[in-house]
């Protein structure tokens, strides 16, 4: 009987299976835990219910764009060439996680107390762009700008300078690649124009797929990580030490990423478009994981590099 409540409802506690079946307590505990071996967990949270449509739109795209990366002769190459961006927002005060926020104490202590929001906070918008060696550009966006076509075009020919000084063997022939999601400003006709105006190559991004998007899934929540917990005293301070935060950043965090969008776009192409975190999927990856190749001429930001970043940072700032 046990087994056929769950098989209806997986969501029953053990006091509503007592309940129900008039079995003690414990005796419900033994049935689940031993006979049925089955645990309790919470749910893994998705952006989104998917339709149909939108389960074949992101299947459809994953595919294309592993048929675009294995019909080059070095499929590795290929990722190399790749630009990603994205906005987030970040605060002068990241909230500790669940996780982050556990205390030990003593029979004699007081239970912990955390607050569910902070007064007097601020937060300030920052696009970032990065390649497999590391950031390009960080620029934050003013108070009283919004993010809309026309400015994000602004920032992407502030990348294109970035990129003029910091890869120039790509910007010359623009064999670099640029990704970005599907966010209104990124995919409409205004920013489109532009793009194909500068002779831009676009790396398509399936709709409704943060979990295909290296800011979403790698960088930023790495970020903020290092953030939680700590009070900046204003703007500014939180804008250098974002900035710090990412330069600080090793080359293979960069690498993983844009990997590990790769194989994300396997497993999305494996489950024909459903979110697939939390599901286990197994798949033969594109590229073996190993360390870092640090020797070739894109390997380290050098010096140089990461003053033209720092320039270009600063110009952005100032718009």
């Not at 592993?66 to 190459?77: G, K, N, T």
């Not at 601020?122 to 696009?127: F, L, P, S």
Request: contains cysteine; aromatic residues 8%; neutral net charge.
């Amino acid at each position: 009987m046990v087994s056929e409540l769950l098989e209806g409802n997986r969501t029953l506690s053990l006091r509503n299976l007592s309940s129900i079946t008039g079995l003690s307590t414990h005796t419900v505990r033994q049935i689940v835990r031993k006979d049925l071996k089955l645990t309790r967990r919470i749910p893994k949270f998705m952006p989104k219910e998917l339709t149909e449509v939108q389960k074949w739109t992101r299947w459809t795209l994953a595919k294309d764009n592993l048929q675009w990366l294995c019909s080059h002769e070095d499929p590795d190459a290929f990722v190399r060439r790749i630009v990603t961006g994205d906005e987030t927002w970040v605060s002068t005060y990241e909230m500790l996680t669940k996780a982050n926020s556990f205390h030990w104490i003593s029979p004699q202590d007081k239970r912990p107390k955390k607050p569910l929001r902070i007064d007097g906070l601020k937060k300030v918008m920052m696009t970032l762009f990065f390649y497999c060696a590391g950031v390009i550009l960080i620029a934050f966006l003013d108070p009283k700008d919004k993010i809309d076509s026309p400015r994000y075009c602004l920032t992407l020919s502030k990348l294109k300078e970035a990129l003029r000084k910091k890869r120039p063997h790509l910007w010359k022939d623009k064999s670099f690649i640029l990704h970005h999601d599907n966010a209104s400003p990124h995919g409409s006709d205004f920013t489109t124009c532009k793009m194909r105006k500068w002779g831009f190559n676009l790396l398509e991004h399936p709709p409704n797929s943060p979990d295909m998007a290296p800011c979403d899934f790698s960088i930023f929540p790495k970020m903020k990580a290092k953030m939680r917990g700590i009070h900046y005293p204003n703007v500014q301070t939180l804008k250098e030490e974002t900035r710090n935060i990412l330069m600080a950043f090793p080359k293979s965090v960069f690498d993983d990423a844009l990997h590990e969008m790769v194989l994300r776009w396997q497993k999305c192409e494996a489950v024909n478009g459903e979110y697939f975190e939390g599901n286990g999927v197994q798949i033969d990856p594109l590229f073996a994981k190993g360390p870092a190749d640090d020797s070739d001429e894109d390997s380290d930001i050098s010096q140089a590099d990461q003053d033209s970043v720092d320039h270009s940072q600063e110009d952005c700032d100032s718009d």
